[in-house]
């Protein structure tokens, strides 16, 4: 049960409880990818059983499309939902604007097309994820891959221009071939070290042919909600401009155990 989560997962438990609290009847959400995520998903899951909630729910990956639909979630593709009222993910890092790097778990073009669909994008994150500048996690783009050494070529020439420590673009592998996202691309990651720049960095990185999308979220987050192992949780708005602090009680969050 809850109590024998490790430490960093009852942190990402109750950023993800607290961040379901948001979710009201009738509303469509867009659901993140990757660990933090999946069990925002089974939080979100609990409530919509207990509560009788009607929400519809778009997923930002296969992973958790195939999550959402086992714990009896309504799914509707994006372009069936129009407009969202709400996206809770996780993130790679965070800094003080909320600009965030995403992408880790290689969905970050799903993510990105699914947050700025919405009203409003939520971030739920442990502490170790907030940062004072961004660019210590590797920054994932997504590139085709027809011609991909080409466009990691003038990406690292680009990337000697800006305001960033390292230039090396590694091809990211899943085992011993190459990663393919759910689009069929290839993610190119970037050890740069520390971004000083990352909206100039965001926009230069577009205009390389060949790039998708990256993983830089600008403008797009509107709050985070940074979970402990304790239970308790920082809800910081950036668009209140309000930061609290709340707790959760992890008894409560047993049941969703019993569906997984
Ligand atoms: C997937 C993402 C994830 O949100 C990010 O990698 C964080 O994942 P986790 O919650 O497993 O640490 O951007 O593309």
Redesign the pocket.
Known sequence: MVHDLAPLDRA?LAAARRAVDLVEDGMKLGL???????WMVRCLAEKVREEGLRVSCVP??LRTATLARELDLKVVPLEEAGWLDLTI????EFDADLAL????????LQ?KIVATASDRMVV???AT?EVKTLGAFPL?VEVIPFGWQASRMLIEEMLGAMDVMGTQASLRMNGARPFFTDEGNHILDLALGRIGNPRQLSLALNQVPGVVEN?LFIDICDAVVIGHADGRVIFRDAIAGTEEEEHILFEEADNIFREI
Request: glycine share 28%; proline share 3%; hydrophobic share 25%.
């Open positions: 990402k993140g990818t990757g660990s933090t995520a999946a930002t990956s993910d996780g993130a790679d790097i995403k992408g880790g778990g290689g969905a970050l993510e739920i994150s442990d994820k994932p993983g």
